[in-house]
């Protein structure tokens, strides 16, 4: 099926084309604009309502601001679509998150309108001030614009860069698209302030206020006083952004190109920090999206006449569900479990869990630093917090993890989905070093799950413990091995042996063992089947399972180490340090992620191009050990 013709749209290939057009013909683009994107997206799949929400707002700024010349920095970044289609990548959005495709996020090698590489939270501010300082100290009459949500502006980086900027003497404008939409939906006081804003009488009177403040074009001073008078005077005398030292404008209606761009205009020749609250709708422009934000926020492939289906076989259980299930009945049977997730309640699991102990579930918005020493000051009085976090957003928190929780040796279970490549969000959302920068830490110790049965027993082991422990795992389904129903645990720190070499190597070949660490022991026991090779699921990181670690180094020739995760510091090199630390000298060749970042694509696909298969594994082990046949 063909794409739909938008007219006015393919006559735009980058910004300059866009402010040749009048007011008319940009409200065209706009509803252009949309249509084309949600046509993209439902055949590709990616971020919607945040992107449709945004339609708007990424014309006007494009239509006022001298991009690339002036900095234009969007936090997250999974808004951008439009963005993107706006500045010369219209043509290659079929290709969004696939191998060798576009991002999902802004990238600064993507193209000189990315000004900043971003796809976690609550950068913007920070990186924008850096932009407009350095803009300053060169003489350069430039501009730096961070547009930033709600959501990830209950984050305290967002909010350190908010008091370093508004002592700042440069041209610096902070955008907060207010949709009161985060991944999950938005917590705290301050996104209570700003719900208020949003409500009843303030959203009414900001969708006019562009109107009637700047419809006849007063000149500055009478326009800037009768903002105030009209927008925030309403609203509060002196808000929240004035005190960190910004002049605060709005609440607007972002939706309204006709307030949106008279007011950039007048900002822009503004100095100083400037503060811009515009109020956006998640999903604008698709009802099915406006209703349910959260479906839509990425969704698969569908059919925009249609909606989402939910198909109707029963898919394989995800780890995270595998998660979910297993807090919600920990939960039942012990009363001192507290779950505990930074603003990925969907995400993580944590949905049910939620719904059926309330008072025992805590959302602290994108705060992860927080989020941990929050659990851990609950361990200290006796609560048995499970921290649930992506391993990409555990690197936020790690002074966190060290003094807070590991050098007081509480009892936090950290949960770590996304472990190792995650696929379409590319690089910034892999976990690929929760195993290195985990098994330095004193105290900590750390299990990798090889299916969905051994997630839900090495969850309850780790909850057995008394000291702080980790259980990584990935994104998506396993190898299908159904959980067992009750609450058993795993013997703590103790591998086992999956597969034994069956034959006599020929002459002159290695006895090789394999020694899996998670999910990637079931390519190993494919490929050792070929290989006629010994396979360990070695289950704990750390401790490492010296013990069976020393039987099998003295009844092999040579050790294969197998991980989801970066070689360097990762799970062989623990396997290296035990061997050399009990004189045991063998061969070792570790496999796993290589040093290198690690793009956007088909899971599958891009650990098959890591040699990470069993195609890859059997190669890589017959490279390094070639007098060994296949068996």
Not at 189 to 218: C, D, E, H, I, W
Not at 247 to 258: A, R
Request: negative net charge; glycine residues 10%.
């Amino acid at each position: 099926m063909s794409m739909p013709s938008f007219p006015l749209l393919q006559t735009i290939d980058d910004p300059a084309d866009l402010r040749r057009l009048t007011r008319a013909d940009l409200q065209t683009l706009a509803t252009e604009l949309r249509g084309f994107m949600l046509e993209s997206v439902s055949r590709t799949g990616g971020h919607l309502s945040s992107n449709l929400g945004t339609v708007e707002l990424t014309l006007a700024l494009h239509h006022v601001f001298d991009t690339p010349h002036d900095r234009l920095i969007w936090d997250v970044g999974h808004q951008t679509y439009a963005h993107k289609i706006l500045t010369g990548r219209r043509e290659r959005m079929h290709t969004l998150r696939q191998l060798d495709g576009i991002s999902g996020f802004p990238q600064r090698t993507e193209s000189a309108y990315d000004a900043f590489g971003t796809a976690h939270s609550s950068t913007s501010i920070s990186a924008a001030l850096g932009m407009a300082m350095v803009a300053k100290r060169q003489g350069e009459k430039r501009h730096a614009v961070a547009v930033i949500g709600d959501g990830a502006m209950s984050a305290g980086m967002a909010f350190e860069a908010l008091n370093n900027a508004g002592v700042a003497d440069c041209n610096l404008l902070v955008i907060l698209n207010d949709n009161d939409m985060s991944i999950s939906p938005p917590v705290g006081a301050l996104n209570r302030y700003l719900a208020q804003l949003m409500s009843g009488q303030f959203y009414a009177a900001a969708k006019n206020v562009g109107k009637t403040v700047l419809g006849p074009m007063p000149p500055l001073l009478e326009f800037a006083k009768r903002l105030e008078q009209q927008a925030k005077g309403m609203v509060v005398p002196a808000t929240l952004f004035e005190k960190f030292g910004f002049n605060y404008i709005g609440p607007i209606d972002g939706h309204d190109l006709d307030s949106l761009i008279p007011t950039l205009e007048n900002i822009k020749s503004l100095t100083g920090p400037q503060f811009l609250h515009v109020v956006t709708k998640k999903g604008q422009g698709y009802k099915l999206a406006e209703t349910d934000p959260v479906a839509y926020h990425g969704p698969g492939q569908f059919d925009p006449a249609v909606g989402l289906v939910k198909g109707s076989a029963a898919p394989r259980l995800s780890f995270t569900q595998v998660f979910g299930q297993w807090l919600c009945d920990m939960a039942a049977q012990d009363a001192r479990l507290v779950g505990i997730t930074p603003a990925m309640r969907e995400g993580s699991g944590m949905v049910e869990f939620e719904k059926r102990f309330p008072e025992r579930y805590y959302d602290v918005g994108i705060a992860e630093q927080h989020a941990v020493t929050f659990a851990a000051g609950m361990a200290c009085e006796g609560a048995k917090p499970v921290l649930a976090i992506y391993s990409t957003f555990l690197q936020r928190g790690y002074d966190q993890l060290i003094h807070d929780v590991a050098l007081q040796n509480l009892p936090v279970v950290f949960a770590l989905d996304r472990a190792g490549l995650v696929g379409a969000d590319g690089a910034t959302h892999a976990g690929a070093y929760d195993i290195a920068f985990l098994r330095c830490i004193p105290n900590m110790s750390l299990a990798c799950p090889a299916d969905e049965r051994e997630c839900r027993q090495l969850l309850s082991s780790a909850f057995e413990q008394n000291h702080p422990v980790a259980v990584r795992y990935p994104r998506g389904s396993g190898a299908g091995v159904v959980p067992l129903d009750g609450l058993d645990s795993l013997p703590f720190g103790k591998g086992e042996i999956r597969r034994e070499h069956k034959a006599t190597p020929p002459a002159k070949a290695p006895r090789i063992a394999i020694l899996a660490f998670g999910s990637l022991l079931y390519p190993a026991l494919e490929a050792a089947e070929a290989l006629d090779a010994s396979v360990l699921n070695m289950r704990w990181v750390k401790p490492l399972d010296e013990a069976l670690l020393r039987t099998i180094a003295e009844r092999h020739d040579a050790l294969v180490t197998l991980e989801e995760g970066c070689v360097m510091g990762g799970a062989g090199s623990a396997v290296t340090e035990a061997l050399n630390a009990a004189g045991i000298v063998r061969p070792v060749l570790q496999l796993g992620l290589p040093d290198q970042f690690i793009g956007h694509g088909d899971p599958a696909r891009l650990l098959a191009l890591q040699g990470l298969d069993a195609a890859g594994i059997g190669a890589a082990i017959a490279a390094r050990f070639p007098a060994h046949g296949a068996a």
